[in-house]
T-cell receptor, first 116, second 118 residues
């Protein structure tokens, strides 16, 4: 059972455009939703994260939109640049309800290509 | 952000041997460390969770006798792949979370270890 579904699997965006990646989750106990960026052969790096008590969070060019009732969240990358080309993973965990740090359940990833 | 290191970055071993991978949090105390496995072009899968001084908790389907985890200090966790076989070839990534403030909210990932079993 896949608890976090991510789409699209791959995405091509023109430089300067907006990249949008979507995720849906099933477990209503999840209370922490981070997005990670991963380059080939490297570990994932945290981009931005959100808790379900807010509907949107923005950090620089990255924005998370969160819809608790639909159990969906998305990443928007504004003014996409060729350096943003990477694989992006959404994830979820029971960070706070579990009383301590909890393992992440990852989506399957989106391979993003920004064309110059 | 916090820094997590892994050693070695790459290891090639013969089938049947054991391999130890180290994960260190360099600038904060990691109350909890996690081990993930990532096969080529796939997502990260949680293998186990370890808290300092306690036995690791393994995810369903992960053999605890094959993947030995030790979290002896607040800055070091080790993963030992015992009697490695070619199907164990993968990218192993650790992450660390602190005990308070922002470091508790965030998992900081290491750079990963590429294991190839011949």
């Amino acid at each position: 059972q896949q608890q976090v579904k991510q789409s699209p699997q791959s995405l091509i965006v023109q430089k300067g455009g907006i990249s949008i990646i979507n995720c849906a989750y099933e477990n209503t106990a999840f209370d922490y939703f981070p997005w990670y960026q991963q380059f080939p052969g490297k570990g994932p790096a945290l981009l931005i994260a959100i808790r379900p008590d807010v509907s949107e969070k923005k950090e620089g060019r990255f924005t998370i939109s969160f819809n608790k009732s639909a159990k969906q969240f998305s990443l928007h990358i504004m003014d996409s640049q060729p350096g943003d080309s990477a694989t992006y993973f959404c994830a979820a965990s029971m960070m706070y309800s579990g009383g301590g740090a909890d393992g992440l359940t990852f989506g399957k990833g989106t391979h993003l290509i920004i064309q110059p | 952000g916090a820094v997590v290191s892994q050693h070695p970055s790459r290891v090639i071993c013969k089938s049947g041997t054991s391999v130890k991978i180290e994960c260190r949090s360099l600038d904060f105390q990691a109350t909890t460390m996690f081990w993930y496995r990532q096969f080529p072009k796939q997502s990260l899968m949680l293998m186990a969770t370890s808290n300092e001084g306690s036995k690791a908790t393994y995810e369903q389907g992960v053999e605890k006798d094959k993947f030995l985890i030790n979290h002896a200090s607040l800055t070091l966790s080790t993963l030992t792949v015992t009697s490695a076989h070619p199907e164990d070839s993968s990218f192993y990534i650790c992450s660390a979370a602190g005990s308070s403030g922002r470091k508790r909210d965030t998992q900081y990932f290491g750079p990963g270890t590429r294991l190839t079993v011949l």
